[in-house]
């Protein structure tokens, strides 16, 4: 696996790479040696390579996309994922989750209906808990029914962060109208 951190406007982000490409993507950190520190709580095995991406190759142009939209653009990261570091399920979740339109909001609930799994609103949960590649595959778009944001790892401040960026902001009670 090969390695790089990436300088954004909101602070350091490391992302790591495969043959058939990003396997993992960090939050943005303070320091780069915390954000390399959170791709391993990500799963990354240590051993990796540092080693950015070649300009021409598909994702020498991440570190342009984090900068727009960590600047308030719209960005869809339409970059290759490396799919294989996931359960058949979790693809099939995350694949429905990395659809998600910019701004636009899904519940748990429809999500599991849209993956072919109606009653797995719990078990999208675990899915998305296990997702590496964080903007991506938005799972900061994925919220509960009743309006909530429910989980992000263990940076729920940055859910909150990420939607208020795409224009998406709770209304009373701290809760998020769904469908965008």
Not at 37 to 49: F, S, T, Y
Not at 72 to 100: H, K
Not at 168 to 175: M, R, S, T, V, Y
Request: aromatic share 10%.
């Amino acid at each position: 696996m090969k390695v790089w951190t990436i300088p954004t406007t909101s602070g350091w982000v490391s992302a790591a790479r495969t043959e058939n490409g990003l396997a993992a993507l960090t939050l943005p950190a303070a320091t780069e040696g915390e954000s390399l520190a959170r791709l391993e709580q990500l799963g990354v095995p240590k051993g990796w390579r540092f080693a950015p991406p070649d300009p021409g190759q598909p994702l020498a142009g991440l570190e342009a996309a984090l900068n727009r939209y960590f600047n308030g653009q719209r960005e869809d990261f339409a970059f290759p994922v490396d799919w294989s570091v996931y359960t058949p399920f979790q693809q099939r979740v995350l694949r429905v989750v990395r659809a998600i339109p910019y701004g636009s909001l899904l519940s748990y609930g429809q999500v599991a209906l849209l993956a072919g799994f109606p009653r797995a609103a719990r078990a999208v949960g675990g899915a998305l808990g296990s997702n590496r590649i964080l903007l991506v595959i938005p799972c900061h778009r994925v919220i509960r029914g009743d309006g909530t944001p429910g989980g992000f790892g263990a940076h729920p401040e940055w859910k909150v962060r990420l939607l208020a960026a795409e224009g998406i902001n709770a209304g009373p009670g701290g809760k998020y109208l769904l469908g965008g």
